[in-house]
């Protein structure tokens, strides 16, 4: 049995590690370097599970490298929907704390220091009900502005995400959040749309009114 995770430090860890960096070890020897467009650790976990799994099966550690490298992604999954204005606007899939807490992790190691707007639909049932709701402030703490649309809920998205203070705003009217988001979006932005479901088409709404205000 092999085991797999992340090393802090080089060489340390269990048997297949991944840093940082995507350099990944076997056993301390170094195997090569994983680079490709998923980001996030998870999505290096699972790349690192894959590849363990393939050598295992026998395909050459470098030739999965290479069918990473060129895997171009999924949908729903950080996937750009458009640019428009210099605002660079996301649809994943996140819809529970930790989903989210992971998907902005990985879009701040790919953006650097440039703003992040969380938009979150809370569509879920657990999420519907409020079962999750204590853990979000946490979770978007990375973001720099977080829109909620709080339609249909059964609990205060506002007092919910009060300890992100003035970084938060909540709406119920989907035309009216589309307005917030893109008054608040700046050239550089990078608007990051979280929702298990369709959001109303929010996505194409938005990147319309910042072309418009282009």
Not at 29 to 50: D, K, M, V, W, Y
Not at 55 to 77: D, E, I, N, T
Not at 199 to 209: C, M, T
Request: a positive charge; charged letters at 20%.
């Amino acid at each position: 049995m092999e085991r797999f995770g992340f090393a802090e430090v080089p060489g340390t860890g269990p048997d297949w590690t991944i840093a940082v960096d995507g350099s990944i070890q076997l056993g301390g020897a170094p195997q090569g370097t994983l680079a490709f467009r998923e980001t996030g650790r998870h999505n290096q976990s699972n790349a690192l599970a894959a590849i363990a799994a393939a050598r295992h099966a026998g395909v050459p550690v470098g030739q999965s490298l290479a069918a990473l490298a060129a895997f171009r992604g999924v949908k729903r999954r950080m996937e750009v929907r458009g640019t428009a204005g210099g605002v660079t606007v996301y649809d994943d899939f996140a819809h529970h704390p930790t989903a989210i807490r992971t998907t902005l992790d990985g879009l701040r190691r790919k953006v650097g220091a440039a703003r992040i707007i969380a938009v979150l639909e809370p569509r879920s049932h657990t999420m519907k009900v409020g079962a999750m709701k204590d853990a979000l402030p946490t979770s978007l703490a990375t973001a720099d502005r977080v829109f909620c649309f709080a339609a249909n809920l059964g609990w205060d998205a506002g007092a919910a995400l009060s300890p992100l203070g003035a970084r938060a705003a909540v709406h119920d009217d989907l035309g009216t959040l589309v307005a917030a988001i893109a008054a608040e979006a700046k050239p550089g932005d990078h608007v990051l749309v979280m929702s298990n479901g369709g959001f109303g088409g929010i996505h194409a709404k938005l990147l319309a009114r910042l072309e418009r205000a282009t």
